[in-house]
Each structure stands twice: as C-alpha cells, then as structure tokens.
C-alpha cells in the first residue's frame, strides 16, 4: 500500500494551501460580519463571488471531477477535501466541491442523458446553480432505502409525484435550482428494484419547500429543507437512467459522498486542535498557561494520535477505491464513515472544554463544529447501518471455509 500522493496532488495542496493562506482565512472575518447584519441564514454572501473568481484563476476549480476538473484520483484528492474542511464555510463552495453538489454531478455525469447533462449537469460544473438531493423522509425509517414512500406514477408521457422529503440539504440555496428525487415507481419485484429518480426543477408547479430544519439551533447557509411534492408534473425525460434503477443510483453515489465528508471531517478536526493549542498557550490559570497542565497535554497528544489513525484509515480507503473500486472498498468506506465524524467530534469536544464558556458560544467557531459534525454521525447513513455492513462482511469471513482447511503441510498451499 502506497497512501503517497503524486508529485501533482502535492503541487494542487501547494497550491490550494497558498489559496486558503492568501484569500479564504482572511476572508472568514468578512463573511461572519455579512452573515450577521443581513440577519438572513440563507443569504448568499458577496464575498463568495470573489473568492470563486481566484479559486478559478488558480485553477481550484471541480477538483473532485475526474471527467471535468483535473482528473484527480480520490488519493490525490483526499489531502485537498481535508484542507477545505479547515474553513468549511466557504472554501468548498469557493472551489465548487461542496456537498451535495458534487454528489448530485457524479450522479448526472454517470446516469445522466445527453439533454439532463446540458441542462443540469454544465451549470453545476460552471457554479452558476446549485442543487439538493430529496431521499430521507420523515414518515419512514430511511436508513433502510428500500422504505422510501414517496410515489412516483407514470401518466402518459409524464411522471407525477407525491410525498413527502425532509433534510433535503442545499435546497434553500439561492441558487439552488433543481432536486434529485428518489421515489417508488413498482410495488412489485425485488425490494431493491421499486424505487427511481427523478430531476424534477425546484420551482416545478406542486413542489412546496416548507421549512429549514435547523442543526442544534443553527441553521445552516445551504439549509436542510421539508419539500412536499403535491401531484408534481414532469416529463418522462425527467427519469435518470432506467425505472428501477434508484436503489442503485443511491448507492453509486453515497460511497464517494461518504468519504468526502470524512475527508472535510479531518480538516475540521484539525482546526478545533490548532485552536486548543492556541487557546493553551494563551490562557493563563493558576500562575501557568494550561498547556502545562498533565490534563490538556493529554488532550492534545490523543487528540493527535486519533486524528493520524482516522487519516490513515481515510487514505487507505481512497486507496482502495482507486485501486479495487468502491465495490470492494466497501467495508472500509463503511468503517470510515464511522470512524472520522467519532474522533472529530472527540477532538471538538476537548476544545471547547479548553476553551471554557468560550468554546460554547459564537464567538469561536467550535459549538458550530460540533453541530456539523454530529450530523455526520447520521447523514449519509447512521452509524449503526455502517456498523452492520462491517460486521457482516467479518462475519462472512469467520463463516467461510478456508482453502487450507483440514489439509495436511504438504499439502497446503505456499
């Protein structure tokens, strides 16, 4: 195993760090201060233009596109998405890898039609729109996909839809222009065959966004949005791929998705320490800076040792997907997607405690982190559905035969 990136994903982190040095960190002060006297959560921040603008003249621009951008493979892109994550408020978005975009172009450039690419998937590429993802309901346990009530009929040369979505992230958007819709199309047949999807437009007649959800009391820029569908009309062109083929589609899509976000999750993580060491250093208590204290030196050094393991297994699996594909990855995508969002927020957690009242305010970004991070342990697929596919592939293991088994040492293999 060689988890070494090449000589061109160093010079793209060269780059990319040097971009978030000369223009996103400065720029947080800014969009905080936008944010706060426009008293919109939802608003879409000048300041974003501007740094879309260098990002592209920088040419840090769709790095996670292997069709579109520079063909990055997911080792090559993991230390990227990890120094993205360091400001996740702006620098995905500013180099339009933010989720579910990237997500949401994977889908169209692998499942998409000619006319679906040119009219949904080139924006997205461009940034000039954006776009949700409508799976998770609120009537149904959807962490099994198959659940999903949300009934798609075809009518003629139309498919009409109702039901119901919620934490359809990226929806209030102001750009946001066009939902990805899974939906049951058969009643009949394997359950993992019922379901399809559909690229239905955000201002289609009967679609209703009715409400953000907020995460812990914040309200996320993107939003997370309830969406009822109310006998909304779209053409038979709307459908990706074949009927049939939702269940499918998800699961292409959520393995990258899912490493992704556990990339980001590192970079947050990293931030929260880099303050704790900060806020170490500076705070004085008892006659000492609290660095000295055998307690927070701990803090830091497990906080550390954590961070490098959750690397490790994060590289190992992009690794593997560029190597085996993420069919045979999918034990340690599964694993990951436990593993970083748990020690991330372990790494938060020490830091608001060493930033005292501090670290649960809005003054510092960490009460945000966590806010953030926790979701993780739920997006995408709770822990415990990851937790079963990993038990379940040990499981299988333990139960095969082995080759060897029962042989003499002459005649086993080697």
Known sequence: MDFHSSDRGREYERRLLAFMDEHVYPAEVSYEEEMRRS???HLYPAILDRLKERAREAGLWNLFDPEQGPRLSNLEYAPLAEIMGRSIDLAPEATNCSAPDT???GILATFGTPAQKERWLRPLLDGTIRSAFAM???DVASSDATNIATKIERDGDDYVVNGRKWWCSNALHPNCRVLIVMGETSLDGPRHRRQSMLLIPIDAPGVTVVRNLSVFGYSDREGHAEV???DVRVPVSALLANEGDGFLIGQARLGPGRIHHCMRAIGIA??????????AESRVAFGRPISENANIQDWIAESRIELEMARLLVLKTAWM???VGNREARLEIAAI???AP?????????AIQVHGGAGVSGDVPLAAMYAHLRTLRLADGPDEVHKRTVARQELARRRAPQPDEGASAEERPG
Do not use: Y
């Open 103 to 105: 997500g949401n172009m």
């Open 270 to 279: 990293e931030r929260a320490l880099e303050l704790t060491c900060r806020r």
């Open 342 to 350: 748990q020690v991330a927020l372990k790494v938060v957690d020490r």
């Open 136 to 138: 998770t309901e609120p």
């Open 228 to 230: 009822v569908f109310d």
């Open 337 to 339: 997607k436990v593993a």
């Open 39 to 41: 008293g919109d959560p």
């Open 321 to 323: 997907m560029d190597t």
